[in-house]
């Protein structure tokens, strides 16, 4: 069963740290994403990667940033967490020529007080 | 602007009765469309994609250019169709982005 695992199903933080989400993917695809998903907003993109060390900034990318080492690997970073970055983050990843299938995540709950 | 809505944040309906759940769309190409589904305590998952023009789960989604919108329909709900239902476009040419709408929580009554 092909899976996208992200490392933590939820997160408390302090107002000011520095977060760190992790998203795994084990099926060699080489697209990922990062949405929040918030009650009526739906799913907003943060960041996208599409290869190995790239990546383009989604909708929303201010207050975070990512990192993508690794093909399988595709990291979140809240370099200072705020309370209204208290959200549903979900992962997700696709084959570049697939016809947009995303594979996703069970999502980490991120509470910042 | 590239924009899905979705107009109803919750629908409830009595099992048997249809299902229509509502997504409208902005966009000047040609588009791709899609509808994921997240139960409860499950992940997201895509149901369907107009471009395979699929029935999956007894559920089906017409493109209407013409109207711009890509409504989901089921003749008989049942309750195991309680969910959070998004309507997603893809952004042409931006190596696979889908942009989602607000959601629709569909409750399915006894």
């Known amino acids: 069963d092909v899976k996208v695992t992200q490392s933590s199903r939820y997160l408390v933080k302090r107002t000011g740290e520095k977060v760190f989400l992790e998203c795994v993917q084990d099926?060699?695809?080489?697209?990922m994403f990062w949405y929040r998903q918030d009650p009526g907003l739906g799913l907003r993109l943060i960041y996208f990667?599409?290869?190995?060390?790239?990546?383009e900034k989604g909708d929303i990318p201010e207050g975070y940033s990512v990192s993508r080492e690794k093909k399988e690997r595709f990291s979140l970073i809240l370099e200072s967490a705020s309370t209204n970055q208290t959200s549903m983050y979900l992962c997700a990843s696709n084959r570049r020529t697939s016809n947009y299938g995303y594979t996703f995540g069970s999502g980490t709950r991120l509470t910042v007080v | 602007a590239q924009r899905v809505t979705q107009p109803e944040k919750l629908l409830s309906v009595f099992k048997g009765a249809p299902v229509e759940l509502k997504c409208n769309y902005s966009?000047?190409?040609?588009?791709?469309l899609f509808w994921y589904v997240q139960y409860s305590r499950q992940r997201l998952q895509l149901l369907l994609r107009h471009i395979s023009r699929e029935s999956i789960k007894g559920f089906t989604a017409d493109l209407n250019k013409g109207e711009t919108s890509f409504h989901l329909k089921k003749p008989f709900a049942q309750e195991e169709d309680s969910a959070m239902y998004y309507c997603a476009l893809a952004r042409g040419n931006q190596g696979g982005k889908l942009i989602f709408g607000q959601g629709t929580e569909l409750s399915v009554k006894p």
């Open positions: 099926m060699d695809h080489e697209n």
């Open positions: 966009y000047s190409g040609s588009p791709e």
């Open positions: 990667s599409y290869d190995v060390k790239m990546k």
